[in-house]
């Protein structure tokens, strides 16, 4: 039983839905591990075509051990089918949180955190610091106050802004959300 990978249903599998999946990686090792079982028996079989028997007694050992081979290379594919069964929960469930993961990250926000980006966004402000940050220290007290009082009146042009944009941004959550319905393909465990 010589299978490609190449041409294997692995292989396909691996490549467009499994890129970087724990599951898919440990179900290509225990692929590799059962087809080289399966290659040791199988070379096991055909050193038996070479060994010379003169009796009865030898002719009973050799077909012995070649069905000894047999049930070798059945046993590690039935173990590799069992495998292969809790791989397929395993996969399921690891690509089911990669999507609730990327679902969570496009869910809807409320019109407060979209001001707060926008607001965030056009500032500059990041998380871990950035030039803002650096600015706002070597601004003297004064300067900085001004600037507040500016940005609160600047908030009331922005919460206008953002109200004008509130349907865009809501229009464009519906298309995310039926892109990410197009996305999910079902997958027949049966076949």
Not at 56 to 63: F, G, S, T, V
Not at 95 to 103: F, N, P, Q, S, Y
């Amino acid at each position: 039983m010589n299978i490609s990978m190449a041409n294997s249903p692995l292989s396909v599998l691996t490549q467009h839905y499994g890129k970087g999946l724990k599951s898919t990686e440990e179900k290509v090792e225990r692929f590799q591990k059962t087809q080289s079982q399966i290659d040791f028996y199988e070379g096991k079989k055909a050193d038996l075509k070479n060994m010379h028997c003169g009796t009865l007694e030898e002719i009973a050992q050799k077909l012995e051990l070649f069905n000894n081979y047999n049930d070798q290379i059945a046993a590690v594919k039935k173990q590799f089918n069992n495998e292969q069964m809790m791989h397929c929960m395993d996969e399921a469930q690891e690509l089911g949180e990669k999507i609730a993961e990327a679902a969570e990250k496009l869910e809807p926000k409320t019109a407060e955190e979209r001001r707060e980006e926008l607001v965030k966004e056009a500032l500059g402000i990041e998380d871990e610091g950035g030039i803002l940050d650096e600015l706002l220290e070597e601004m003297p007290e004064e300067a900085l106050q001004e600037t507040l009082e500016e940005m609160l009146t600047d908030d009331k042009v922005l919460k206008e802004a953002l109200d004008e944009e509130m349907p865009e941004i809501v229009e464009q959550e519906k298309i995310t959300q039926m892109y990410l319905e197009q996305q999910y393909i079902p997958v027949d465990i049966k076949a």
